[in-house]
C-alpha cells in the first residue's frame, strides 16, 4: 500500500497545475521553477500509468484521468488539513482576507465591530493591495477583488456592480459650469475616469487638469479637506456620506465597467470563519444595493 501512493508534492503540484491549468502558474504558487513543476507531472504520470493533461501550444488540458483523479485529490488534502487542525489544535477560524486598501479602510474597517459582535470567535487577518493582484496571495482564503473580470483559478461571485460620480466637502462650492475648472483628483488607471463621466454627462470638456493618485484614499482625504472634487463609488462613499464627511453634488451617476468579487480558496469551505465572514460580506453589500 505505501509504495503504490505518490509522493505528497507530487499531488501538491498536480492540484496547483489544474487549478491554474497552466505549469508556470502552478510554478508561482508553490515557488518552483517550471522545468519542475513539469518534471514532477511527468513522474506523477508515469508512477499512474498514464497521462493526466494534454499539452496543447498554449494551454493545458485535463485528461480524463486528470478530471476524475483531481477531486480524489482536493479531497485527500482537506482531509489532511482537518485532520492536523485536530491534532495540533490549530485555530478553525482564523481567516487571512485579501483585498485593496481603498476597500479594507472605507468598506471593512468601518463594519469590523459589527462583524466581531456577531463572530466573536473568528479571527480575522487582513491583507491589502494597491493594485488588483494577479492571484490570491498564498494562504488568503477569501478575497474582496475590484476587478472588470473574475479570475478563473479560484471559486469567483459577484457582489455588486457599482455606479461613480464627483465628491467633495459638504461646504465646497461647485456646479456643473464650473466642474471643470475647480481641483479634479482621480485614482489612475481606471476605465471609470473624469473624461468618461463628464461624457456621459453630455459635458464637452477638452483636456481637463487632473491630480491622479495610486488610491482613492488620496483623492478622498484630498477633497475631505476642502481640496477640490474627486470621483468615488458608493462602495468606498457611502460611509463617508453618511457621516457628513462627503457629498455627491450632482444628480448624475454612470455605471462603473468595474465590479467588485468575492473570491473563496478551495480551503475556504473548510474554514468555519471562512464560510463565516464569506456569508457576513455576501450579506452587508447585499442589503446596501
Not at 501538491?12 to 508553490?30: Q, V
Not at 481603498?102 to 487582513?126: D, G, I
Request: aromatic share 8%; proline share 7%; net charge negative.
Amino acid at each position: 500500500m505505501q509504495n503504490s501512493l505518490p509522493p505528497l508534492g507530487w499531488l501538491r503540484t498536480f492540484e496547483a497545475a489544474a487549478r491554474h491549468l497552466s505549469f508556470t502558474g502552478a510554478a508561482r504558487d508553490l515557488n518552483m521553477t517550471q522545468s519542475a513543476v513539469s518534471q514532477q507531472i511527468k513522474s506523477l504520470e508515469g508512477h499512474l500509468g498514464q497521462p493526466l493533461f494534454l499539452r496543447r501550444p498554449k494551454a493545458l488540458e485535463l485528461t480524463e484521468a486528470g478530471i476524475t483523479y483531481l477531486p480524489v485529490v482536493r479531497e485527500a488534502f482537506r482531509t489532511l488539513m482537518r485532520g492536523t487542525r485536530a491534532v495540533t489544535g490549530a485555530q478553525p477560524n482564523a481567516v487571512q482576507v485579501q483585498c485593496n486598501i481603498s476597500f479594507a479602510v472605507n468598506w471593512l474597517a468601518p463594519r469590523l465591530p459589527a462583524f466581531r459582535a456577531e463572530h466573536p470567535h473568528v479571527q480575522l487577518n487582513v491583507f491589502t493591495e494597491l493594485w488588483e493582484p494577479r492571484e490570491m496571495a498564498e494562504g488568503a482564503a477569501v478575497e474582496i477583488r475590484f476587478s472588470l473580470r473574475p479570475s478563473d483559478t479560484v471559486r469567483t461571485e459577484i457582489l455588486r456592480t457599482e455606479h461613480y460620480y464627483p465628491v467633495c466637502a459638504p461646504d465646497y462650492p461647485v456646479c456643473l459650469e464650473n466642474l471643470q475648472e475647480q481641483p479634479l483628483f482621480d485614482c489612475s488607471n481606471l476605465l471609470s475616469n473624469w473624461p468618461s463621466w463628464a461624457e456621459d454627462q453630455g459635458l464637452n470638456w477638452e483636456n481637463p487638469s487632473i491630480t491622479y493618485a495610486t488610491t482613492y484614499l488620496v483623492c478622498l482625504s484630498a477633497v475631505m479637506a476642502s481640496g477640490g472634487l474627486c470621483l468615488a463609488h458608493d462602495t468606498i462613499a457611502s460611509h463617508l456620506i453618511k457621516r457628513g464627511q462627503l457629498v455627491a453634488p450632482f444628480k448624475h451617476r454612470a455605471r462603473m465597467p468595474e465590479s467588485y468579487y468575492l473570491l473563496l480558496s478551495p480551503q475556504a469551505e473548510d474554514t468555519p470563519g471562512a464560510v463565516a465572514f464569506a456569508n457576513w460580506v455576501r450579506r452587508e453589500i447585499g442589503s446596501e444595493v
